[in-house]
Structures are given as C-alpha cells and as structure tokens.
C-alpha cells in the first residue's frame, strides 16, 4: 500500500493505543471510584459514536435515532436485573409478590408475557444485541431497499425516536413510565452497587469498547470498508458496480445499531438504571455531536469527543447551568460550520503536519524524502 | 347503539373531534407552511423551525402587554400588530441565520440539521434567559373568547374558527405569492434547475435568502396564531417538531398541495384515534403510519414524477 | 422482424413518460452480438433515457428489453450488471475519496455480496489484474492517488477501466469523449478500439468526427423514436437526418 495509507494505519494504531492506555490505566489511577463511574457512563455514549462512525462517517447515513438502539439494549439488560430485584421475597409487601414495582402500582397482576424470558440471562443477554439488530434490520430493510436516504432517513429515524419515547412513556405499566426501571441491585446474586463490582463493570466496560473500535475497525479496512465510502461517495455508480447498495446499508446500520445497544446494556449495569430520558430526540442528536465533535471518519476521535463533550457538559453544568446550552449549541454550529472533521481532522490537518516538519528537520541530510500532505483522516 | 353511544351521540363526538382534528390542522399547516417553503426551495430542513416559531409567539406576547399598558383601547386589534411584528422579527433573524449560516452549507444537507439544531438549543436558552422558564400566555381580546352552539352538544370556540381562518388566508397568500409572483415564478425556476436558473440572470443565492426569510416570517406568524389557543415556553418548539417535519416529508417536497393534504390526513388520523386510544398511543399510532406509508411512497404524497 | 432470439440485446415497443410526456415512443432498437452502434440524435431525443431504461436506472412503462432472449426489465440495476450489462455514465463517476486502485478493485466482479466484500482478500492475481487494467488506461503510475486528484481525462479513462475489469458483454458509454482534449480524445478513440474487442458496444456520441472514427452502424433517435438507422454514409445522406439536425 502508499506510504499514505500506511502512515494513517499506523496513526490510527497509535491513537487507539493511546485510548487504551488512558481509560484502562490513567484514569482508573487518577480518579476515585465516583468519577471512574462517571467516566464509565461516558463511555457507554463512545459505543453509540463508534457506531455513527460507521454509517454516518463512512456511509453517509445520519442518524437521529441511536437513542432508540442504545435504549433497547439498555432495556434488556434492565428487565433481566429488575426482575432479578423482584423476587418475591423482596416484594412481599405487594400485592402483586414477585413482579417489578411498577407493575404492582399500574394493577398489573402478573407479569406480560415479553417480560417472562427476560428471567434468564442468556436470553436477556442474547436480546441487547439481536432486538435493536432486529428493529434496525426492519427500519433498515424497508427504507434503504425502497432508497430513501439522506435528510429522509434522519427524519424518519428521529421520529422513530419519538415515537419510542412516546411508547414507553405511555405505556407505564409494562415500561416503567417516565421515571424507567430504577432499583436495579444484582446480576447473579453479585451486588453491582457495591465499589469493586462498580470497578470491575468499568473494565468490562472498557473492554467491550476497545472490541468494538477493532471489531469497527476490521470492517472499514475490508473491501466492505471501501464500498461504504463509495456509497457515500456516488451510491448510483456502486450500483452500477453490480453491488445491491440496500444490503450493505442494512447491514451498516444494523451494526452500528447493535454497537450502540451494547453501551446502552453497560450504560444500565454501570449506573443501575434505564430511563426514556436516553432513548428521546434530544439525547440521540447529542450522541450525533459527540461523533462529530471527535471527527465523523475516525473511531479514535469519535471517543475521544464523547469523553470531552461530557466532560465539558458536567463542568459546565455544575458551575454555569445556563450557558452550557449556548455552548452545546455553538459546538453544532462550529462542528457543521467549520470543522466538519472534527478534532480528527484538525489533528491530521493542522497538528500533524507541523510534527512532520520538526521531524524532518531534525532529520534533513539524512534522507530528503518529505512526506507530502497527508492523506485525508480515517 | 355502539360502544355504548346513541347514534347521535357518536356523529357528535365525531364532529367535535374533527374541530378538534382541524385546529390541530391549522396549527400544523402553519408550522409545516414555513418548513415546506424552505425545504422544497433548498432541500435544506430547518431543525430551528420551532424556534421561529416560538420568537413569533413571544413577539405576540409583548405586544399583548405593549397594548395593555399603552393602549387598553385599541386592544382589540393589537393582534393583527403583533402579527406583523412576529412576521418580521422571525424573518430578519431568519434572513441573518441564512447569510451567516446556511448559505455555507447547501452542499452538506446534513450538516445544516446539524447546524440548525445548534441554533434552536441557543434559542431555547435564550428565551429562557430572557422570558424565564415559565410558559407565558396572553389574554384574548373579548371578541375572541367564548363558544359558538352549534346544536346542543356541539361547540366551537371562536378563537379555534380564527385560527382556521387565519390558516386559509396565510395559506391562499402563500398559495398567490408562489404562483403569481416574480419571487414565486423565480423560486419555482430554482427548484427545478438552479444552474439554469442562474445562467438566465436569476440571483439563486438572493432567492435562497428570501426564500429562508419567508418561511422563518411564516413560522412568526405561526407562532403568532399558537397563542390564541395555548400558552408558550421556551420548548414548546420542539414539541410540535417531529410532527411538521412529518406533515412536510410525507407531503413531499416542493408541493403546497401535499403539505395541505398531508397536514389533513395526520391531523384528522390523530385526533380521531385519540377517541377510540390514549393520546399517547394515538400519536405514536399516527407517527407509525405516516412512517410506514413514507417506506411505501418515499417521494411523498405529491411529488411530481420527472427525469433524474 | 426478426427472430429476437438472434440478437444480444432487443428493445421492442419501449415507451416511458415523464408526467404524460413521451421521452421515449415505442422504440424498437436491435444490437448484435459484436457490434458497436454508435446512437446520435439532438437535445432531448431520449438518448441517455434509452440507456437509462436498458440498465434499469428508469422503469419502462411499456415494453420489452430482452437480454440474451430474457426479460429485463424490473430487475434492479446491479442484478442486470451482474447478467453482463455495464455503463459509463455522461459525467466522469467514479469514487473520489478512494484510491485509482481501490477504484478498480471495488469494480472486480467478485465479492459483491456483503460476506463476499467482508472477507475480500486482496490476492497477487487480483492486483496482477488491475496492474493490466491501469496499462491499458494509461493510470499505471497513479495507482495510489486519491482519484478526486485526477484530471477530467484521467477521470474519464478510469471509468472505463472500471467498466473493463467488470468485463460486460454489453458496454453502453454516454459521450465518452466529452471535454476532452484533442490528444486525450486521440487516445481514447484508441482505448476504445481496444475494449470493443469481444464485446458489443453502445455509444451515444455527439461528436461526428469521432464517431466517424469509430462507427460500424449508427442509429438516430429523435423525440424518442428510431429516425433512421444504417451506416455512417448512409445516415450522413438521409435528407430526415438533416432536417432534425438543421432544425426547421
């Protein structure tokens, strides 16, 4: 391959390398087990910026509904723990013994059937990933084989999140309502509020988003990869390149989707509960700015700007409440306006070529070989 | 005898739910006029609608309490001012957001939803910075209060017939400047080729600009028209959102027609399922089939069929 | 008329209306295995709109296209590149973002499912393969530019060395040509001599002398219907031709 690409394979190496390292040892050393914990939530929103990097950056596909995903994922990890918290010795005082709270407190007396497989978690684990694939597949199906895209999409997908709010919401009894299932207490008999296990969950947390960024990775440097920028590139020619364009969009979306679900189950054993407050319109198009913030095309960016965001979110939020919505706003404005790479984009566009030139510096009359301009961002 | 209803009883409930579905008729047509404008003109969905919105409803606001203080006599005609005022308010900003933001961004429609969203969480903070958190609402001139008896089970109020009203007249007007102006005769020449249209000394970006001003002075007066039937808070905008992008989408783009029929169909939809279900499963019923019909006619209700 | 099964390609009463206009009129167009027709006609006649139907880009709204005696129309447009059909588009369409060779390795007619492009392997054959492709089309040595970074000509070239690593037995080419400079013309008249080998080809054209330089038969298509067909002489003496051509 060019010596560009090679480069950028190696950039790209080094900076997941540098994610490793900063959230499984730095940060784990520097912070208490509260702020880890904060840090952990965080990075269940890098799942769903990890996603969008997929079928946003490289496929062109915007999103405003990764909520619903991440919600989804979240929600079935949440039934299997709270059914897990209702047993009927914790819930004698009912009187409706044995089903979540909230049910007892809609008259609901027993517990509905979708709710039953939830008691195994296998299953519960099985259903984070393949309900919200399921509900991407059939969005996905229906809108890429008809060819509806672009501003659609978003549109669509964005009342989709609607639409799930709504749902849950309303339907109180069987969802929890507004307030979410809360009370969440053990996996497996394994107390998850306690600090070691809140420790040990923010591994595994780290873990899964480290698998997932390679697991991302591994598609992008795939023809697969290639295709989807084509797609976003001239969808009509791939076409005519004899590829069916709605498969791999579906299948795109559909990961992108199940990523995001993933953080949302590690989202509720992190935090230890599950709420339509992270499924709605607002929270699924700020999950859009965390991506570009850190740079639509690049997976490493795309976490490093939900950590950043978030951060800069809490501390704006505990000293200036109300300037924190001018500055959210005005990070959309600059990020569509003038920086639609992203950090990613400044560091490949501006810093980087500015350590090349000390680098060559330092190594003129050794060879003469400069590195010409660097290939656009992964 | 249905449902435990009389015959009469039902064909009531069914008039005064189709009132009800009218003035939500009216109030997302106005919505949907602005966004429609834009969005056929420029391909370009303006996330800060509700927003403008929002600024036209204010704008009626302190006119409402300009009349009371100043001119108790005259108040009531003050909100045909405040109409006026809201207009122009929401379309000078709306003209500022397009020079200063949109224009930069017509290539990448995407990032103007990202860009306009932007834009709506600074207005929302805004107002509430300015108007406090708290919903506003305006006192009704004498004229507009009360109800009209049809027959003894069936009213209407009066401030709903004004808006219905108001809705036909913005409507007939829009309807006019886009088919008999030069504006509308220059706009419709964009929209069909804007290289062309330029090569025949039409100024594309001045009719971009017009264009944005209008539909952002249209949600003005919408928002306007909002007070006479609810109370305004600085994310009232949002609520109506999602249901104007649907009316504008699923009416398909670049037809005044479709938005009119489209704005119909989901707000008849909606406040007729709200008898038989909740109000929350009514919308999401509404929403689901307005998705599911979109997948089936991508291009919208009344999108006219032509050469790619 | 003829047998259809004798031809490669049959167009026969095709009609498509855009809101009750007629681009194109019961049009009955015939291509043999091997030949190069050469399609002419002024502004508006319905040319690109024929490709456009034959590679499934617009739905007929009436008629038949026959590829190698089986139906096509309906079928979705990669299904019927699959069946051997390729198209170069008016305007140079090509992946920019991607690199020339990566461009031509998308274009490879294998791996076309998503298993297939997940698990692609670039083997020595493969990059063996698309080394003679840049040969042909002059691009040897820009192998690893970002194709945005080519020039129109280039751009052009690449296209075609697109559509010839995905070795169609039909190859339709929309003005091939166009905007190009006198010696890149030169040279592609002679790309084209090449790649029509063993295959038949459609091109739409508007310039005569090229045409000249490369046409067996020529077809001229006006408001959508077949004028008059034949070769280049033939055509160039056919006083309707003048007519439509001189305008009246």
């Known amino acids: 391959m060019s010596a560009a690409a090679t480069n950028n394979r190696n950039l790209e190496l080094i900076g997941f390398a540098l994610i490793a390292l900063l959230i499984m040892v730095v940060l784990p050393l520097a912070l208490d087990i509260f702020r880890l914990n904060l840090i952990g939530k965080y990075l269940t929103y890098a799942f769903v910026a990890v996603g969008l990097v997929l079928c946003w950056g490289y496929t062109g596909i915007l999103s405003l509904g990764q909520g619903v995903f991440f919600g989804l994922g979240g929600y079935c990890m949440a039934m299997f723990l709270k059914l897990e ?20 407190w809609n008259q609901l007396t027993e517990l509905p059937f979708f709710w039953v497989p939830f008691n195994s978690l296998p299953f519960a684990l099985i259903a984070v990933i393949v309900v919200p694939a399921v509900v991407a597949f059939i969005l996905g199906a229906a809108m890429f084989k008809r060819r509806v895209g672009g501003v659609y999409f978003a549109i669509i997908t964005q009342a989709l999140a609607a639409v799930m709010t709504i749902l849950i919401i309303g339907r109180q009894g069987y969802t929890g309502g507004i307030n979410g299932i809360t009370d969440l207490r053990t996996l497996l008999g394994w107390d998850i509020r306690t600090d070691g296990a809140k420790y040990i969950l923010y591994f595994v947390c780290c873990i899964l988003l480290l698998g997932s960024m390679l697991l991302a990775r591994f598609v992008l440097s795939s023809k697969l990869g290639r295709i989807l920028v084509a797609i976003r590139d001239k969808e009509d020619r791939v076409r005519f390149s004899g590829y069916s364009v709605g498969d791999f969009k579906i299948f795109i979306f559909c990961l992108a989707s199940a990523i995001a679900a993933v953080g949302g189950a590690m989202f509720t054993l992190q935090v230890g509960f599950m709420s339509p407050s992270f499924v709605g319109i607002v929270p699924s198009i700020e999950m859009v700015i ?17 950590l950043l965001v978030n ?11 109300e300037l924190w919505l001018f500055a959210m706003g005005g990070l959309f404005i600059a990020v569509a306006l003038a920086f639609p790479r992203g950090l990613a984009g400044i560091f490949t566009d501006q810093v980087l070529p500015y350590i090349e030139k000390l680098w060559s510096r330092n190594r003129r009359g050794q060879d003469g070989v400069v590195v010409p301009n660097p290939a656009p961002a992964e | 005898m249905v449902m435990g209803y009389s015959l009469g009883e039902l064909s009531s409930i069914f008039a005064m739910q189709a009132f009800a579905g009218l003035i939500l008729f009216s109030v997302f047509l106005l919505m949907a006029l602005g966004l429609a404008i834009i969005f056929g003109q420029m391909g370009v969905i303006n996330m800060a609608h509700g927003e403008f919105m929002i600024l036209g409803a204010y704008m009626t606001y302190l006119t409402s309490h300009g009349f009371q203080t100043y001119l108790p006599g005259a108040y009531a005609i003050y909100f045909f001012v405040a109409m006026a005022i809201a207009f ?35 207005m929302q903070q805004a107002f509430r910075s300015i108007f406090g958190a708290r919903e506003v609402g305006v006192q009704l001139p004498d004229w507009m209060m009360g109800a009209l008896s049809v027959t003894d089970v069936i009213e209407v109020q009066i401030n709903g017939l004004f808006v219905m009203a108001l809705t036909l007249i913005i409507t007939g007007i829009v309807a006019l400047l886009l088919f008999r102006s030069t504006w509308g005769l220059q706009v419709r ?20 600009r017009l264009t944005f001003g209008l539909g952002c002075g249209i949600a003005g007066i919408a928002g306007s028209a909002f007070t006479m039937i609810g109370s305004t808070g600085p994310t009232a905008g949002q609520l109506y959102i999602v249901d104007t992008f649907l009316v504008v989408v699923f009416g398909g783009a670049q037809s005044l027609l479709g938005t009119v029929a489209s704005a119909l169909t989901i707000s008849q939809s909606q406040s007729t399922l709200e008898f038989f279900l909740s109000g929350s499963m009514a919308k999401v019923l509404t929403l689901l089939i307005v998705i599911g019909l979109l997948m089936l006619r991508p291009q919208g209700l009344f999108a006219l069929k032509v050469r790619r | 008329m003829a047998n259809s099964t004798d031809f490669l390609l049959a167009l026969e009463g095709v009609t498509v209306s855009f809101d009750g206009f007629k681009a194109v009129n019961d049009l009955n167009l015939y291509i043999d295995k ?21 590679c499934g880009r617009t739905k007929v709204s009436s008629g038949s296209i026959k590829f190698k005696d089986q139906e096509i129309t309906g079928l979705k447009e990669h299904d019927i590149v699959k069946r051997g059909i390729g198209r170069k588009f008016q ?52 192998l690893d530019r970002l194709a945005e970074t080519l020039s129109h000509g280039q751009k052009q070239w690449l296209e075609i060395g697109m559509l010839l690593i995905q070795d169609p037995e039909v190859l339709m080419l929309d003005e091939p040509v166009a905007g190009m400079s006198v010696s890149e013309r030169a040279k592609t008249a002679e790309l084209l001599n090449k790649i029509i080998q063993n295959r038949s080809v459609v091109v739409i054209e508007h310039d005569m002398k090229f045409v000249e330089s490369i046409a067996h038969r020529v077809t001229v298509l006006h408001q959508g219907k077949v004028l008059a067909e034949g070769n280049m002489d033939a055509i160039q003496a056919d006083p309707k031709v003048k007519e439509v051509y001189l305008g009246h």
């Open chain 1, 85 to 104: 918290a209702s047993s009927a010795a914790n819930t004698k005082i009912q009187s409706t013994p044995g089903i979540p709270d909230f049910m007892d």
């Open chain 1, 311 to 321: 951060w800069a979110k809490t501390a704006f939020s505990e000293s200036f409440p």
């Open chain 3, 34 to 54: 091997g030949e190069l027709r050469v399609i002419i006609g002024p502004n508006g006649a319905g040319k690109t709109t024929v490709l456009d139907l034959i």
């Open chain 2, 88 to 122: 122009i308010a929401s379309g000078a900003i709306g003209l500022a957001v397009e020079w200063l933001l949109i224009r930069h961004l017509y290539v990448r429609p995407l990032d103007t939803l990202l860009a306009t969203w932007g834009l709506s969480l600074i």
């Open chain 3, 91 to 142: 305007t140079p369409s090509i992946y920019e973002d991607l690199t020339v060779f990566e461009n031509l390795e998308i274009s490879l007619p294998r791996g076309r499912n998503v298993v297939g492009a997940l698990l692609w392997n670039r083997t020595p054959e493969i990059v063996e393969r698309v080394r003679e492709v840049t040969e042909m089309i002059f691009l040897a040595d820009h």
């Open chain 1, 290 to 306: 965390f991506a570009a913030v850190g740079g639509r095309h690049s997976l490493v960016g795309a976490v490093i700007g939900t």
């Open chain 2, 189 to 208: 020449a964009v929209v069909t080729n804007r290289t062309m249209s330029g090569a025949v000394g039409i100024d594309t970006r001045r009719i971009d």
